[in-house]
């Protein structure tokens, strides 16, 4: 499956964004799907994740309660609405992959999108 991420961009501390993965190919229902950040210098970190047919969704303790996680299985996509954004959410934002359960480690995920970024200014 190949995945391409969009809709980063740059906001002011407190707004909002709304980053979109359009998968291709088939079975995009039976993939777990994930988004990553990494910011300059710093690891690849978990952000959400969402089971294949949506109803379980895992957040870091950092985004809970300002992100939202959610999928389309008819239009292959995931998307991540983030609200109240904070200068520390400055990453590139990556989607994700992952053939089994929900998982934080990244290198447990299959295939990756190619990154968006996102810069929260103060």
């Known amino acids: 499956v190949q995945l391409q991420a969009s809709g980063g961009g740059l906001v002011q501390a407190g707004g909002s964004l709304r980053l979109s993965c359009v998968a291709s190919g088939r079975s995009f229902s039976i993939y777990t799907m994930g988004w990553f950040r990494q910011a300059p210098g710093e690891e690849r970190k978990f952000v959400a994740a969402i089971s294949g047919s949506g109803s379980s969704s895992y957040y870091a303790d950092s985004v809970k309660g300002r992100f939202t996680i959610s999928r389309d299985n008819v239009e292959n996509t995931v998307s991540l609405q983030m609200n109240r954004l904070k200068p520390e959410d400055t990453a590139v934002y990556y989607c994700?992959?992952?053939?089994?359960?929900?998982?934080?480690?990244?290198?447990?995920?299959?295939?990756w999108g190619q990154g968006t970024q996102v810069t929260v200014s103060s």
């Open positions: 994700a992959a992952d053939m089994t359960y929900i998982t934080v480690v990244a290198a447990e995920y299959d295939y």
